[in-house]
């Protein structure tokens, strides 16, 4: 189906163990986010990347890694997960219209 | 940190009535406001944007006011319906990231009550 995914849908993980979550989008979209939603805080941008191969930070980018090789594809890598990285995460997409963003179903993500 | 200041943090509104949720932003790149809507267990959705250059806009039931001078915006939902109850999330272009950066804020919970 057409559209932005993300996997896994529900993850466990112990502390300092290293985690990806994936994104993927159907829609050739430029622009590709990824943020984390918090009780309390709202989304807050973890990373950006305007095209292939070009990534930038957010609000939180510490302890998370990113990489597009492909347009598609944006994983989010947690190198060593720690309690407080205990979230939701969601990815989005947008093509063009930055404030017009297309979110996946997010990853709930719970690090013990 | 430039943020976005939203209010109130909850809301419970009676079928029919009308929601308000209200957004203050610090210095943001001008483009556009939007708002998110978010239902339980799924991911936002865009619900209605503004851009600076006009005070208002209507899309059915849902109104943006923009007042540019205090630096607000806020989200009308006119006759409230159980379906609307959701979390309202607005949002502004961090300042100098060429509007590739979205701040959102803490978001507003909104109950309607049949």
């Known amino acids: 189906d057409a559209g932005i995914t993300q996997s896994p849908r529900y993850k466990i993980t112990e502390t300092g163990r290293q985690v990806t979550l994936m994104c993927h989008q159907t829609w050739s979209h430029s622009y590709m986010f990824w943020y984390r939603q918090d009780l309390g805080h709202g989304l807050r941008l973890i990373y950006y990347s305007a095209a292939a191969d070009i990534t930038d930070k957010g609000e939180v980018p510490d302890g998370y890694v990113v990489s597009r090789s492909k347009t598609e594809n944006f994983p989010l890598t947690l190198e060593s997960a720690t309690r407080s990285q205990t979230s939701v995460y969601f990815c989005a997409s947008s093509g063009g219209r930055v404030y017009e963003q297309y979110f996946g179903p997010g990853t709930r993500l719970t690090v013990t | 940190q430039q943020q976005v200041k939203q209010s109130p943090q909850s809301l419970i509104v009676q079928k029919g009535g009308i929601s308000i949720i209200n957004c203050a932003y610090e210095?943001?790149?001008?483009?556009?406001f939007p708002w998110y809507q978010q239902f339980p267990g799924k991911g936002p959705a865009l619900l209605i944007a503004i851009r600076p250059d006009v005070s208002e806009k209507k899309e059915g039931r849902f109104t943006i006011s923009f007042n540019k001078s205090a630096k607000q915006f806020s989200l009308h939902i006119m006759d409230s319906q159980p379906g609307d109850s959701a979390t309202y999330f607005c949002?502004?272009?961090?300042?100098?990231?060429?509007?590739?950066?979205?701040?959102f804020g803490a978001g507003t919970r909104l109950f309607v009550k049949a």
């Open positions: 210095n943001t790149a001008f483009d556009y």
């Open positions: 949002a502004a272009p961090l300042e100098g990231s060429g509007g590739f950066k979205t701040i």
